[in-house]
């Protein structure tokens, strides 16, 4: 039996890892995490009976502490319950897929008390890859992707000599307005932005993945992951999603990962490693599918790729404020406060204004994060 930890257990990667807990009958549920939905936390309790559940929000967690008090069930809050439930002993693996960089102190502390990761927190690698990587080594710990792009890239180097990888290739369907120019975005909706038109997934990264930045923040990921250079890291635009991503090796050798898009795929890889299980779902038809085509990424109109390349490769605190103006500005967007356009010149504009820590700590990524938001809350939107 394997005893899995599930932060953000309420959203789109966490649902999906529930599903795996259904199909699987030796995963175990200790600890699940979430925000503020405590009738999904409610409803997940009665079925998976963790022995810790964290609600971020305190008084949402004494609403929860009054629903299942007749239940054998710790229920705690904040960034102290986050780390108390990566934490705690009997976990074996923490999945983390919270949203944002809260993610990062409960991966932090995990890794210290040697528990197995399957990231699906972005953030906590594109602004402390720095931090996270040379913890997990000395650790003894596995990182182990959930993103579809990078589990792809770990599946073709499972057996390989990674150091004879020439370069590694994250596919992109290039999200709902793939092929369009900026005049064609001008007037764009959040219902717009909302339809991508493969993966089913939160509403954050669907805005992400429209706009690219989805993308750039992964490039900065994969840089971490699999200790490539930037100029190491290529984009593909591949529209049917069926290509989850591929590696270059130096003898001109190409291997790619294949599959519907399915995210319980790469969920349960992650979850599993190095075993493959039984996963019922629709398979890959090579008939019905007829082709594959690719396309260079348009870096001019989707220029949140662009500016993502500039962040990593400039480094230290960049990463954090690109990361940060994001989260911001896609936050303002779906608030309808902001248009469409506006998210990158946000990111832009942010970037442009931040004064670079080479070496960031833990204390002062958050501070730069916070910092962002201020500079963005200031300067942009009392305009």
């Keep these: 039996m394997k005893n899995i930890v599930i932060l953000g257990s309420t959203g789109s990667i966490g649902t999906q890892t529930l599903d ?61 319950g986050l780390i108390e439930c990566s934490t705690m002993d009997e976990a074996d693996i923490v999945v983390t897929a919270i949203v944002g960089m809260i993610g990062i102190r409960p991966t932090v502390e995990a890794i210290k008390a040697k528990k197995d990761i399957a990231l699906a927190n972005k953030e906590t690698l594109v602004t402390a890859g720095h931090i996270i990587m040379p913890l997990a080594k000395e650790n003894g710990v596995s990182i ?38 900026l005049d064609d975005l001008k007037e764009i909706q959040v219902e717009d932005a909302l339809k991508h038109p493969n993966w089913e997934m939160g509403r954050k990264i669907t805005i992400d993945s429209s706009t690219m930045v989805n993308k750039g923040l992964e490039v900065i990921e994969a840089k971490w992951l699999f200790d490539v250079d930037f100029d190491d890291v290529q984009v593909v635009v ?46 890959l ?13 348009d870096m001019e109109t989707f220029r949140g790729l662009k500016l993502a390349y500039e962040a990593g490769r400039t480094g230290g605190s960049m990463p954090t404020v690109y990361n940060a103006a994001n989260e ?9 406060k902001i248009k469409y356009l506006e998210i990158i010149e946000i990111i832009e504009f942010a970037m442009s204004k931040h004064t670079l820590i080479a070496n960031p700590s833990v204390e002062q990524i958050l501070q730069t994060e916070q910092e962002t938001y201020d500079l963005i809350d200031k300067h942009w939107i009392a305009e």
Aim: aromatic share 8%; with cysteine; proline share 5%.
């Design 238 to 283: 591949q529209p049917q999603s069926v290509i989850h991503s591929m590696v270059e090796f130096e003898d001109g050798g190409v291997m790619a990962q294949l599959g519907t898009p399915d995210m319980r795929l790469p969920i349960q890889y992650a979850l599993y490693y190095p075993e493959r299980r039984t996963l019922p779902g629709k398979r």
């Design 144 to 181: 182990l992707p959930v993103d579809s792009e990078h589990s792809a890239i770990f599946q073709c180097l499972n057996g390989e000599n990674k150091k004879e990888v020439s370069k590694v290739i994250l596919t992109a369907s290039g999200g709902p307005f793939r092929g369009r120019k």
């Design 20 to 80: 795996i807990v259904r199909i699987n009958n030796d995963l175990n549920v200790s600890a699940i995490a979430a925000g503020s939905n405590i009738k999904a936390l409610q409803e997940q309790i009665e079925e998976f009976s963790p022995k810790l559940v964290c609600v971020w929000n305190e008084e949402k967690a004494n609403e929860l502490r009054e629903l299942v008090k007749e239940k054998d069930v710790k229920v705690v809050s904040g960034m102290d």
């Design 328 to 336: 911001r500005a896609v936050a303002l967007f779906l608030d309808r």
């Design 285 to 297: 038809d090579f008939y019905e599918l007829g082709q594959i085509t690719f396309e260079k990424p």
